[in-house]
């Protein structure tokens, strides 16, 4: 059986594409046909996908079913939690988090985010080609993995990497601490997970969420920035002090 990888995340019946290499290969040697069966593997999991159309330039995939996790499970270095905006400023941030390197960005859903997570779901089949579009455009070594959609109480079950450090910045009435001064005591090489805000802020019952779930409090000096530029700014910054930049 042909295996493939694929990089962003997979369930059962979701439509994928092979990377454009792959389906030169498929298409150019023609050792495959519509409705055969192929091994897919992400950096997460392992699936039986079945061909659905073998057009010019590209082969599309059905996920049929799911085998399991891999048996290593792969850890990014820097995420970002993101609140979601609009469309433009939305795509905007997923092609340069792809440029700069983010390894995992996860769309939540906050009090005051511009679009609901139901809505946002339906755009993951477009963000998806904006990521695979912007990796090979970059030639990153850890494809950004792109998750579904949630709200922002469902990270209450999500489950973070052990030892990982958690930041959220916030211009809101909380206690918190310069990025650098978080950053400077921090060991630095383990996972992080950085929370971004829409551009009204946090809710009070946003806030609390993550306090419960033990995140840093942190501010910027200087200039606000907007919500599509912020994730992007201290991304790069502890990419840096990461040495992966």
Avoid at 82 to 104: M, P, R, T
Avoid at 195 to 219: H, M, N, R, T
């Amino acid at each position: 059986m042909q295996k493939f990888f694929v990089r962003h995340k997979l369930k059962v019946d979701d439509i994928t594409y092979l990377s454009d290499s792959d389906s030169e290969l498929v298409i150019k040697e023609g050792i495959l046909d519509i409705e055969d069966v192929v091994e897919i593997e992400t950096y997460e999991k392992i699936f039986y996908g079945q061909i659905s159309d073998i057009a010019k330039g590209s082969v599309e995939i059905q996920i049929i079913e799911e085998k399991g996790e891999r048996e290593s499970e792969y850890v990014p270095s820097i995420a970002i939690i993101q609140a979601l905006s609009n469309e433009s400023k939305f795509d905007y941030f997923l092609e340069k988090s792809v440029e700069i390197g983010i390894e995992k960005i996860i769309p939540i859903q906050s009090k005051y985010s511009l679009k609901t997570k139901s809505k946002a779901i339906k755009d993951t089949g477009h963000w998806n080609k904006l990521v695979r579009d912007a990796v090979e455009q970059s030639r990153n070594i850890f494809p950004t993995i792109i998750e579904r959609p949630i709200r922002i109480d469902e990270l209450e079950e999500y489950i973070f990497p052990d030892e990982c450090i958690k930041i959220c910045l916030a211009t809101e009435s909380v206690e918190s601490k310069y990025l650098n001064d978080i950053l400077k005591n921090t060991e630095i090489s383990k996972p992080i997970y950085i929370a971004i805000g829409p551009e009204k802020g946090w809710s009070s019952s946003d806030i609390s969420v993550f306090k419960e779930l033990g995140f840093q409090f942190v501010k910027l000096k200087g200039n606000i920035l907007r919500t599509e530029t912020t994730g992007l700014v201290i991304g790069s910054i502890v990419k840096y002090l990461k040495g992966e930049i």
